[in-house]
Structures are given as C-alpha cells and as structure tokens.
C-alpha cells in the first residue's frame, strides 16, 4: 500500500508505561497501514494493546518510538497545539461511554466540535448530520432523555460533523444491547461504504465481521489480518489467540 492509500500509516510505533520491572510494553514495534475508504477492527486478547493502539493512531496518546502518519501528516512530530487542532479538524472519535455533554441537547452536542474549531454551524448542518443517524426528531432531546443507542447515533453524528479524515471507534456497541448495536453497526457500514475511513476496536466477533478487515493483536504485536471473515471466523481465530502458546 502506498502512502497515498492510507488513512493512517504506523511506523515501528512502540508504547510503554511504567518503569523498570514494572515496564509494560502495551504497543510493541507496530507497522501498520489502515487502507483510506475502509472499514478496519482491531481485535485481542484482554490486554493485548488495542486501546493504546487506537490512542496512539488518533494522536490522543504520544508513541515512545516510530512514526503515526494521519494521511502524509506526521502526528509524531506535530506540537500538542497543532495535533490539537487535527484532532478537532481531522479525526473523529466514538468511545464506549457515548461522553455527550449531559446538559446539552442533542444538536449542541453535535454542534460542539465546529464551535469549538471556531466557526458558526448552521442549523441545517446539525439538523443533516443527526438526520443522517436517524434522529431527525430528536434535536432537542438531552442524552438522558435517549436510549443508549440514540446517545451512541448522536455521538457517531457529533464526530461525523467536521467531515473527519478518520473515524476511530473505541468499542462502540460495548455499552449497547444487541439490537441498538446492530442499528450502530449499520450506520458505521453506511458511513464507510460511502467512502469513510473507520478504525474501531472490538471485542464482539459480530461487530468485526462487518468490518472490510480485521487485525489481531497479541501482547503488543500484530499476529494476523483476516479481510471479508465471519462472525465464526473471526471468534475462532479470537479464542486461538487467547488460550494459544
Ligand atoms: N495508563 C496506563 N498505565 C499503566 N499501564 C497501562 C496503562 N494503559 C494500559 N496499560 C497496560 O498496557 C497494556 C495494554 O493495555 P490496553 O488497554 O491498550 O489493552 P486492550 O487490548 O485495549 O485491553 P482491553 O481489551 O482489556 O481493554 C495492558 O497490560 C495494560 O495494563
């Protein structure tokens, strides 16, 4: 893959907390390109690094050693104001926990990351960007006054509306019962059949199999890829991973 067909590009990146005995090496010599226009999961064993993996990817986290290209932008060698700035212009984040501003409604919340980039979002922006989660008719309404799945559909609108180069997904369908999570899942299939580069972390084989590939991580290492694979496909090759040698 060249670097023009890459959303994110990750150069011998390692990532390690503590220190001494203690040291563990979460993220270990990683390369890895996740392709533009795809949908990408990244799997493992509890503890295998994919969180890190993910924060690191979007600039949330700094790497110890390598490079995070986001396009042909070196994330590594940006200072903090500047991968601020791509963070709230060019990357979009889900996260488990929906994190809505309770006090907000639901097109405040989605309005949010164009205020706080400084412009003035018109009011049909929000009202497209949450017509296009299906809650057209739920502007006004406080994220306590929504389902689970709602909140989550108002999060994936809030981190759509600045038009993201990459879309990152931290266990998105975690919190949700099955039938909100397949609505969600839905959704991140529409978005990236229309082109958006998604990278999401999973535990849940069904959520990865609607993914174009899959990557499996183990103690820090990418160990396999598997692209087009089943719900069954990918858990076998999950439980391999986590009771194998
Ligand atoms: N802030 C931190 N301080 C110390 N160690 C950490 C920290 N964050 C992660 N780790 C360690 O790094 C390793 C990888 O953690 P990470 O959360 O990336 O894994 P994961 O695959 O996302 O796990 P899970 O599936 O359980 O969420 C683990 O051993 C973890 O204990």
Request: one cysteine or more; hydrophobic letters at 45%; a positive charge.
């Amino acid at each position: 893959m060249t670097r023009e067909d890459a959303a994110v590009t990750l150069r011998g990146i390692s990532r390690s907390y503590g220190r001494g005995n203690a040291a563990v090496r979460a993220v270990d010599n990683v390369t890895l390109a996740f392709p533009r226009g795809a949908w990408t999961a990244v799997m493992g064993p509890s503890g295998s690094g994919k969180s890190t993996l993910l924060h690191c990817a979007a600039g949330l986290e700094r790497v110890d050693e390598g490079q995070v290209l986001l396009g042909d932008t070196d994330l590594t060698a940006a200072r903090d104001r500047t991968l601020t700035e791509l963070r709230r212009t060019r990357i979009g984040f889900v996260f488990q926990s929906f994190n809505l501003i309770g006090s907000m409604t639901a097109a405040q919340n989605v309005a949010l990351p164009l205020r706080l980039a400084g412009q003035r979002p018109s009011a049909a922006v929000v009202r497209d960007t949450l017509a296009s989660v299906g809650l057209a008719d739920r502007a006004r309404h406080r994220p306590r006054e929504l389902s689970g799945g709602q909140q989550q559909r108002v999060a994936l609108a809030r981190a759509m509306v600045t038009r993201p180069d990459v879309l990152f997904a931290d266990e998105p369908t975690g919190a949700l019962d099955s039938t909100s999570a397949a609505v969600v899942l839905d959704m991140m299939r529409q978005m990236a059949s229309n082109g958006q580069s998604i990278v999401m972390v999973t535990h849940d084989p069904l959520a990865a199999a609607r993914a174009d590939a899959v990557i499996f991580l183990r103690d820090g290492r990418v160990v396999d890829r598997l692209a087009g694979a089943s719900a069954g496909q990918v858990a076998a090759r999950l439980t391999a991973l986590e009771v194998g040698p």
